[in-house]
């Protein structure tokens, strides 16, 4: 199975601009900091219109192609419902991708199969003309896989996308049935049919926002919820394959917020290591009791790591995309302005695999904004995507 469809959620674009101190130190050194930003990478003028352009979700093909979902309805000039794709060079696919009318409302998640066939979650009622509630399927070229149908379909947002190994589906979101009861988190057939192996029980009380497949088949949900099946789990869960809780992962607390009447807490991103180890981050600055800066990393059995320390206070404000490199950095993007006192409005950082910030890796322009997802092509270069940004690419 993918890395790439492993983890979905709502994510994002962006670069970083450090603060002018830091610039003046770094000038000396033009070659360490020029060109992160891919101006090769050519999108047109970019999603629309100008007061929704959002891209809240993107993921790659096998081919390095760039499927992106969210609020537009315009790419590049052309009509787009909420969903096309990009070109390796970052061209719009107006010929090649068969996407129709596209959906009549914005897509939140999206996850691509090992067949490149391509999995959309959102709100929206009707794809290409036809019934597709809140989940959808293409074929790799875009047009709509008529094997693909629930019948009975989830009533609330399906926000987060992963494929099984075995071609089973699970969904997160803010949903309450799905056929039968399934509340925040269901697993779906091949064919899109409800999975009543998968018993998650009352499930969540609140949304599920993203899902990460271990590779042992346990599964990590994140999201805004208090409860799982009863049993108090804040902000982040593991579960069985069969959808129990698993109780050898025990967060504490969970996550927290000084002041919940401002923001809710929330896990907006995750990231699994190879060690095992798993990387959140969100709306929280605390995690069981311990203060920590949007950004936290917690032990196999679910405890708070101590040995990433983000030092300095953290991000200023929530990260969305979260993303382990092989070599232990990690990738952070999100609606920050600053991490551990360095300036940086354009939310795109990485970080070590302590939690400090990686000086070495310095994006010098580009597109600035909330950003919402992060993606890797087989180059090596990293594509994002978001609000100001809509699409965008770094060189690594």
Not at 1 to 15: D, H, V
Not at 48 to 68: E, F, H, M, R, Y
Not at 172 to 201: E, Q, W
Not at 320 to 342: E, H, M, P, T
Request: charged share 15%; hydrophobic share 40%.
């Amino acid at each position: 199975m993918k890395k790439s469809s492993r983890i979905a959620s709502a994510l994002g674009f962006a670069c970083i601009l450090f603060a002018s101190a830091l610039l003046a130190s770094c000038a000396a050194d033009s070659s360490r900091i020029a060109g992160i930003f891919d101006t090769t990478y050519a999108p047109g003028s970019g999603t629309g219109p100008a007061d929704n352009p959002w891209v809240t979700s993107l993921a790659k093909q096998s081919d390095d192609k760039i499927i992106i979902g969210g609020y537009f309805t315009t790419d590049d000039g052309a009509a787009q419902g909420h969903f096309s794709r990009h070109l390796i060079d970052g061209a719009l696919d107006k010929t090649a991708f068969l996407s129709g009318t596209g959906a009549d409302q914005r897509v939140w998640s999206i996850a691509v199969q090992d067949d490149d066939k391509i999995l959309i979650g959102g709100d929206f009622l009707n794809v290409n003309g036809s019934v597709r509630q809140k989940i959808a399927r293409f074929n790799s070229d875009g047009s709509l896989d008529p094997t693909f149908n629930p019948g009975i379909w989830p009533n609330g947002a399906v926000m987060a996308i992963v494929v099984q190994s075995d071609k089973k589906i699970l969904i997160g979101g803010a949903f309450h049935t799905v056929g039968a009861s399934r509340n925040g988190i269901a697993r779906l057939n091949a064919d899109g049919t409800l999975d009543a192996s998968f018993a998650p029980g009352t499930g969540t009380d609140l949304n599920v926002q993203c899902i990460a497949l271990q590779p042992t088949g346990e599964i990590l949900i994140g999201g805004a919820f208090i409860n799982y099946n009863g049993v108090a789990r804040q902000g982040v869960a593991r579960l069985t394959a069969t959808g129990a809780l698993d109780t050898t992962f025990d967060p504490g607390t969970g996550i927290d917020t000084a002041n919940h009447a401002a923001l809710w807490p929330c896990v907006l991103g995750m990231a699994l290591q190879v060690d095992g180890k798993v990387l959140i981050g969100g709306n929280f600055t605390k995690v069981n009791g311990v203060a920590q800066g949007y950004i936290a990393r917690l032990n196999a059995d679910g405890t708070l790591d101590s040995a990433f320390n983000a030092g300095g206070g953290g991000f200023t404000a929530h990260p969305r995309g979260v993303l382990a490199q092989s070599d232990g950095k990690i990738l952070v993007c999100g609606n920050f302005w600053s991490y551990n006192g360095v300036g940086n409005n354009v939310g795109f950082v990485r970080l070590n695999a302590n939690g400090s910030l990686d000086a070495d890796f310095a994006p010098d322009t580009g597109p600035k904004g909330d950003m919402f997802g992060i993606v890797v092509q087989s180059s090596g270069k990293f594509v994002l995507g978001g609000w100001n940004a809509a699409i965008a690419r770094y060189n690594p």
